[in-house]
């Protein structure tokens, strides 16, 4: 089960271009890959990812975890709708213990997924996102936050000058 769980993970190398620095970028992720979904598969639960920790939402969409991402910014869009100002200011202190927690445990979420997957039969060409449909992944969720950004601008001004108004 585990050779199937890295080959899923692995990234499509092209042999023919193995002198160049792709190739030897993209061996040394599979490389990464290798040994830390095989660390988790032998019992260790935490290994340091710093994509996940800088990129924790993009990097599991990269990932083609698709379900957990869309989680958090529901969970996210809903906070910012129902909760003060005040609350999500002093909550959003403690930002960097989220992307601690993705630094540390988003292979194992990923070994998760990807051992799914297996079990499920898929393969890798069925797993593995192209580079266009990761484009489109990363329009779509740009877009998505742009929206939201700009709504609840659009809602806080109203609020700010309802404020002025009232005095």
Same mark, same amino acid.
């Not at 005040?86 to 927690?101: C, D, R």
């Given at each position: ?11 499509? /190398?092209? %042999?023919?271009?193995?002198?160049? !620095?792709?190739? &030897?970028?993209? +061996?040394?992720?599979?490389?990464? @890959? ?43 869009? /809903?906070? %910012?709708?129902?909760?003060?100002? !005040?609350?999500? &200011?002093?909550? +959003?202190?403690?930002?960097?213990? @989220? ?69």
């Amino acid at each position: 089960m585990l050779e199937k769980i890295i080959e899923l993970s692995s990234i499509n /190398i092209n %042999e023919t271009d193995s002198n160049s !620095k792709r190739y &030897e970028k993209n +061996a040394k992720i599979d490389a990464y @890959y290798r040994n830390a979904l095989t660390q988790i598969h032998n019992g260790k639960w935490i290994s340091w990812n710093w994509s996940a920790f800088f990129l924790s939402v993009l990097w599991m969409l990269y990932r083609n975890m698709l379900l957990l991402p869309l989680m958090i910014i529901g969970i996210d869009i /809903i906070t %910012e709708c129902t909760f003060s100002e !005040k609350l999500i &200011e002093s909550v +959003a202190q403690f930002a960097w213990l @989220y992307l601690i927690f993705f630094g540390l445990f988003n292979n194992k979420i990923y070994y998760h997924h990807l051992k799914r997957k297996v079990e499920k039969g898929y393969t890798r060409s069925m797993i593995q996102p192209t580079n266009h449909t990761f484009k489109k992944i990363l329009f779509l969720f740009l877009s998505l936050l742009f929206t939201v950004n700009i709504v609840f601008l659009y809602l806080s001004k109203r609020k700010h000058q309802k404020k002025c108004r009232t005095r």
